[in-house]
């Protein structure tokens, strides 16, 4: 297919249009986009109180296709009961990401049993009696709790609670697959692990960093302020190994000069070898210290080993820096001399910088580099991981992590009487390997798509189905379904966020708390993640094995969202203001997040600054996993990727030097193999805009290629860093 020249734009109009006759008209979808609730996809944020298609700022119209892709799907019909006898697990295993998520609105719980190869409806009573039973059957440390970013406050902090009451810290998020190299960083450089701007910051500041992320693609949204930055002068730095349609112009909708002329992203594009971000960033802060623009002062008061620091950088040659980014001396010296002006700078990162076995020392990369010139503790500038899910963000405040906060343990202990378990919980990875070892029996998942989501997709189906059993609570029907089975499936329908009967709150990645209200049921049968929680909890604690000797929780109040707000209030530091959010309708900022002073939340007020050894660049092709213009996260909408000029998934994108050098023609069938997988069948296709010596194919379909190698601080998969190998089926390309 052809590929468009810029983002946005007019096709972006002509889709929302379409979207909104197939979903039953204009109004109807309108409708649905303005009401009060937070925005379903990205965890830029949007609407909440000030109405659907409303940021923090204030600005409207902001719409997105991913916005309008979820509502969509939740605005789809039901799947009827004989859909279940119709279609087999082994017909589901042959469905694309895209066919299950369009098989239509989940509304009634269904099981698969061993030895069948077909779902069925059951009650509720006899599935959350199925649950129930394993659970009073498991030991809690044989069991595994998995969050996604889409649920709410309210349902993650349940849930955790409830995994802990029952006896494990087991409980952990899809955050382990994505951004958890941030909060480590994050935290280790400046004692805090979340961004220390707000979206005002952003639309101030005169430099953007934006560094291994495509927003244009996953945080559209974002290209509005982006498009705001360069209209009032600012810069926008642009470090990614693949020129990104869309990062290089976009058209945004709702500003009708840019809509009609576009408007030019990046000033400065350069392109870093896959890996080589820690030494790039490394390179751009020893040129500042050669130029003398960093702000000795700020180093030498605020920040912890700066002269060690600085001693490394002097140290560092030049030549190892360019071998192992793959950036010459006119790139880094461009990029300095941009940062060497700027007054106000923003550093912005997603998953290209996080998804390498060494992503935390990328980000503490990006920290040292703000601080140098004193870019945090200021009005205007700071550091801004963009995150993926709504309430990813969100979720690991109220609790959903492996280990507590001590802050948060304690207040747990004393407002509710309890004693929670201190056995080391296991992340993400972990669970997944402890259940291919055959240690985990049970695994409960509050939405997503736990085994999408996996790195070495034949090691994770394995694990997931060496459980005795595993609950699913989705909207729709995702690839997990059909791979991730275990000895008793179970799915359970639930209530989208605008169809929840009583109000939720979900959490920005700029730290901002919105109230969500709810909405009527768009279909009879799913239920509420709050509920279904309550009353598993309820039942498995009031008897059975795992019982207390005096149940310390009213399960029947905590089916009340304001009860379990109340709750988090007195035992989330900065969460105060959420017992009353409800009656006053007042949305937030999380305190002490945002740092807009020198003063850092560490133990002595100061910065942290880190020294690395550069990693060398994998040797062989090195191949990256990413996300389409058409899909959110695990879920595809659609098989076409509009900005790269792609109209199916089954492809590896290659530079024509190495469609040459590996001898093959464009579109021509092959295999790709890494160290744990192989893919047979693949469209080789020439791909100007990426590096030479990098390769580009689509998550989660290439998840088979990704090997279990992890971030060792943060357990972050290096989905983004996989060494692979290409060679050709048949001696003549597909046409057709």
Partial sequence: MKRVRSGGGWRAILYSLQKARHMGGLWGLWKAMRSKNACKTCALGMGGQKGGMVNEAGSFPEVCKKSLQAMAADMQGAIKPEFWSTYSVPQFQAFSPRELESCGRLVQPVVLESGSQYYRPIEWEDAIGRIVARLQATQPNETFWYFSGRSSNEAGFLLQLFARLYGTN??????????????????????TGTATVTLEDVEHADLVFLIGGNPASNHPRLMTTLKNVRKRGGQIIVINPVIETGLVN???????????????????????????????????????????????????????????????????????????????????????????????????????????????????????????????????CGLMPIRGHSNVQGIGTVGVTPKLKQAVFDALEREFAVKLPTSTGLDTLGCIEEAHAG?????????????????????????????????????????GHAHGLAGETIILPV??????????????????????????????????????IAEVAERTLTGGPHAPREEPIDWASMRSTGKIRQAIAKVIPGFEQLASIDRTKQEFHIPGR????????????????????????????????????????????????????????????????????????????VTVESTTGQLRGILARSFPEIRAGNALMYYPEANILVPRHADPHSRTPAFKSIVVTVTAEIPLPVTG
Wanted: net charge negative.
């Fill in 495 to 532: 209530l989208a966020r605008d169809e929840e009967p009583q109000p939720t709150t979900q959490e920005s990645m700029f730290n901002y708390v919105r109230l969500s209200d709810g909405g009527p049921r768009r279909h009879q049968g799913p239920r509420s993640e709050v509920e279904i």
């Fill in 170 to 191: 087991n409980v952990n998020n899809c955050s382990y697959y994505c951004h958890q190299a941030s909060g480590v960083g994050l935290a280790s450089s400046l004692g």
């Fill in 250 to 380: 976009f058209c945004v909708p709702s500003d009708p000069w840019s809509l009609l002329f576009g408007t030019k992203i990046a000033s400065l594009y350069v392109q870093p070898h896959i890996g080589g971000d820690l030494a790039l960033l490394t390179g751009i802060a020893k040129r500042i210290d050669e130029m003398g623009a960093q702000d000795e002062a700020f180093l030498q008061q605020h920040c912890l080993h700066a002269d060690e620091w600085l001693a490394f950088l002097r140290r560092t040659p030049w030549s190892e820096i360019h071998t192992k980014s793959g950036v010459g001396q006119t790139e880094i010296d461009a990029i300095a001399e941009r940062y060497a002006a700027s007054k106000r700078a923003v550093f912005s990162w997603t998953m290209g910088i996080t998804h390498h076995a060494h992503g935390v020392a990328n980000v503490q990369a990006i920290a040292n580099l703000a601080l140098m010139r004193g870019m945090v503790g200021r009005p205007h």
């Fill in 594 to 669: 945002t740092i807009h002073e020198p003063q850092f939340p560490t133990a002595d007020g100061r910065a942290v600054l880190h020294l690395h050894e550069l990693p060398d660049l994998a040797g062989g092709l090195r191949l990256m996993t990413v996300r389409s213009e058409g899909q959110f996260n695990t879920v595809v909408y659609e098989d076409e990727d509009l900005y790269r000029g792609q109209e199916r998934r089954d492809v590896i994108l290659l530079h024509p030097d190495d469609i040459q050098r590996l001898g093959l023609q464009d579109n021509q069938r």
């Fill in 439 to 479: 240690r985990l029996r049970f695994g409960f998942c509050l939405g997503g798509n736990l085994y999408g989501s996996n790195p070495d997709a034949v090691f994770a189906g394995e694990a997931l189905g060496r459980l005795d059993q595993i609950v699913y609570l989705n909207t729709t029907l995702n690839t």
